[in-house]
């Protein structure tokens, strides 16, 4: 699936290859500003920072947004009212970590088409600091978990499953309570899993290794 959008962003910061995107750090989006004819592509930093924060310490706690509660929750439901608040946040994976035993944790990283760029369904926002320039950051909707993701974790990302999807939710004319209607799990039958690297857990890994489980040595 192409993204026309991404041609709005230097080469350079939309195709370096990450295998490890941590809160906090820059995520490759398509978004909809209020005086854009057209959708744009921008880098926003995950972790919503609301207009009101004081710091950027409250984007770090709203990573994920609920698609229950979407709609209801002060810091999101002026977000998912407009086009200008919603935003698809592009990937090729996603990581989930399942309880295994003796509080030990294993990471899966989940795709989609085999390996396709697929598009989570976002909201994003303007901070202004007391000083320096305004940040743009972003939190990923998430929903119940489809059959796939189901025995690893009680969540997942939520996923809009094709272009009409994506074209509706950055729709101007789409209001909060249908855009919430595209929050849905993903049909499994699309989706593969894998296991990955525990070494995946720390933000500061990188790299090919950390899809391969047995690679975990090397950090």
Not at 105 to 113: N, Y
Not at 122 to 142: D, H, K, N
Not at 190 to 198: D, F
């Amino acid at each position: 699936m192409g993204f026309s959008e991404l041609k709005a962003l230097p080469e350079d910061r939309i195709f370096a290859e990450r295998f490890n995107v941590a809160p906090t750090q820059e995520v490759v989006a398509i978004t909809r500003p209020p005086d854009s004819p057209s959708p744009t592509a921008e880098l926003l930093r995950w972790g919503l920072i609301p207009h009101w924060a004081k710091s950027f310490d409250d984007g770090v706690k709203m990573i994920n947004a609920r698609s229950e509660t979407i709609s209801e929750k002060p810091s999101y439901r002026q977000l998912i009212a407009t086009a200008a608040g919603r935003c698809l946040v592009l990937a090729d994976g996603f990581y989930e970590w399942e309880s295994v035993g003796g509080g030990t944790k294993q990471p899966w990283r989940f795709t989609v088409d085999g390996g396709a760029v697929f598009a989570l369904a976002g909201l994003c926002t303007t901070w202004q600091p007391e000083e320096g320039p305004p940040v743009r950051s972003c939190v990923v909707a998430t929903t119940e978990p489809n059959q796939l993701v189901e025995p690893i974790h009680n969540r997942m990302p939520a996923i809009l499953a094709d272009r009409d999807q994506m074209d509706g939710w950055l729709d101007p004319t789409v209001d909060a309570r249908s855009a919430a209607a595209l929050l849905k799990p993903l049909d499994s039958s699309r989706m593969q899993k894998e296991k990955a690297a525990r070494a995946v857990g720390k933000p500061g890994n990188e790299g090919p290794a950390l899809l391969h489980p047995e690679q975990d040595g090397l950090f």
